[in-house]
């Protein structure tokens, strides 16, 4: 099936360390993102890549970092420096061609600090 | 993008049709209006979106006010697994952030047997 694959469902990370999660999608769509939701709120964005070797700063990139050597792929890292990263995370894609083409979810990481 | 204003909550009896209201009165020509829906824990899933024109899908009917300053986004046979927030987005193709979305607080319907 056709769809958007996030990994791990949760995760627990230590004072300091930083952490990766993966998101893969097979729908050959060029646009990708990463949005965190707090309990009770809306998302908020923290990257989005148009096309490949390329991304872009969203509302709260701080304390984060990604990469899209792929097409498919869209890895977002939590880096230490983020001090209050628990949260739900959410990889989104759309497709690049008509603008108004929706954005479709994965299921979402659940980060929680140790 | 145009601000939406959605009831905080609904109810609705299973089997029933479910009547979602979204209003948008200060969209602008080339705004779209998304409708998704989120379950408790899982990611948000797209439902439907439109221009002008009423459009209907195997999940949804989303009906737009000529003057395109409402919507209502109808589930025709509501089931406990329609259980949910339901997000009405607006916004203009690739505009800001690149095709962005803004999910306000949405409304929770809950399905009751």
């Known amino acids: 099936d056709g769809g958007i694959t996030q990994s791990p469902k949760y995760l627990f990370r230590k004072e300091g360390q930083n952490v990766t999660l993966s998101c893969e999608q097979n729908?050959?769509?060029?646009?990708m993102y990463w949005y965190r939701q707090d309990p009770g709120q809306g998302l908020r964005l923290i990257y989005y890549?148009?096309?490949?070797?390329?991304?872009q700063k969203g509302d709260i990139a701080e304390g984060y970092s990604v990469s899209r050597e792929k097409k498919e792929s869209f890895p977002l890292t939590v880096t230490s420096a983020q001090k209050n990263p628990t949260a739900f995370y959410l990889c989104?894609?759309?497709?690049?061609?008509?603008?108004?083409?929706?954005?479709?979810f994965g299921d979402g990481t659940r980060l929680s600090i140790l | 993008d145009a601000k939406t204003t959605q009831p905080p909550s609904m109810d609705c009896a299973e089997g029933r049709a479910a009547n979602l209201p979204c209003n948008h009165s200060?969209?602008?020509?080339?705004?779209?209006v998304y409708w998704y829906r989120q379950i408790h824990s899982q990611g948000p899933q797209y439902i439907i979106h439109?221009?002008?024109n009423n459009e209907t899908n195997e999940m949804a009917s989303l009906i737009i006010t000529e003057d395109r300053k409402s919507s209502t986004l109808i589930l025709p046979h509501a089931t406990l697994r329609d259980t949910a927030v339901y997000y009405c987005?607006?916004?203009?193709?690739?505009?800001?952030?690149?095709?962005?979305?803004?999910f306000g607080k949405g409304t929770k319907l809950s399905v009751k047997p």
């Open positions: 439109g221009l002008k």
């Open positions: 989104a894609s759309r497709s690049g061609g008509a603008g108004n083409q929706p954005q479709h």
């Open positions: 890549s148009q096309i490949v070797n390329d991304f």
């Open positions: 200060t969209i602008s020509g080339n705004e779209y």
């Open positions: 987005i607006v916004r203009v193709p690739l505009s800001g952030s690149q095709g962005n979305l803004i």
């Open positions: 729908l050959n769509h060029d646009a």
